[in-house]
């Protein structure tokens, strides 16, 4: 038994949507909403396009619905559609507007202040004098320390490249999806101002451990103590610092 039309639009549509959502759901790293919604904007008229490239394919496409709105005999169905619309459309803009609207930019902090102090991994973290553990291979085993970055180089580019780029310039494949877009760590005006453990605590606790004053609170970054050890996430600091020439600022040179 062959589809009608509008069948086969809604299950194509239907499909990709699932496959975009795939890597959300099974892998832990979803595509930003603002992206799959481009997309979906681009294969609804695609496909569009496709079933309505002759007259007979647009007949066959759009019957069932002119049907329904001036088929006599399909009153009761017609009624209750024109009334759940607006139902849905208004549910839909209701949680659009409870999420409220951005501040301007300038209310908005880049570094927002850490917290005294954290939890992760099973235990807690003083942030005031937390220190790179692996840091001190850098001046005591450098050809270790060289093995250090370049394993952190490898997680960067299994994990985080995808947003912050791979020439570190926040501009990764879904960076113009993102609001807040991902900050450079290239410059003096990013990760060269910070300590290595507010870096720790950014990438630990991702955008859901933002401080209020941190928000818009929409921060696409992911939490990545669930992912990452530890120690690569230190791997990861080190080949930050190492990549764009930078100096972690230090708390004794703070003094």
Not at 82 to 106: C, D, K, M, Q
Not at 109 to 116: D, G, K, L
Request: with cysteine; hydrophobic share 40%; glycine share 8%.
């Amino acid at each position: 038994m062959r589809l009608p039309k509008l069948a086969q639009f809604i299950i194509i549509v239907g499909v990709i949507y699932g496959l975009l959502k795939t890597p959300g759901i099974f892998l832990g790293k979803p595509i930003p909403e603002s992206l799959i919604f481009m997309y979906m904007v681009l294969i609804v008229a695609t496909v569009l396009l496709v079933m309505t490239s002759t007259d007979e394919s647009t007949e066959e496409l759009f019957r069932p619905i002119r049907a329904l709105v001036e088929d006599p005999k399909k009153a009761f169905v017609r009624n209750i559609v024109f009334a759940v619309t607006p139902l849905i459309a208004g549910y839909i803009a209701y949680g659009l507007a409870s999420r409220g609207g951005e501040p301007p930019a300038e209310l908005r902090s880049i570094h927002p202040a850490p917290p005294s102090r954290m939890s992760a991994y099973g235990r807690p973290y003083d942030i005031a004098t937390l220190e790179n553990p692996l840091r001190r291979t850098e001046k005591e085993d450098a050809e270790l320390f060289r093995s250090y970055v370049a394993e952190g180089a490898e997680i960067y580019f299994k994990n985080c490249f995808f947003c912050h780029g791979d020439k570190l310039d926040g501009r990764g494949h879904y960076a113009h999806g993102l609001s807040p877009r991902p900050l450079p760590f290239k410059g003096k005006d990013t990760i060269a101002q910070l300590s290595e453990s507010y870096v720790f605590w950014r990438v630990v606790k991702g955008g859901p451990g933002l401080p209020a004053e941190g928000g818009p609170a929409n921060s696409s970054m992911p939490a990545w103590e669930g992912k990452l050890t530890e120690e690569e996430v230190w791997k990861v600091i080190l080949f930050l610092y190492d990549f764009t020439g930078n100096r972690p600022r230090e708390w004794a040179r703070e003094k």
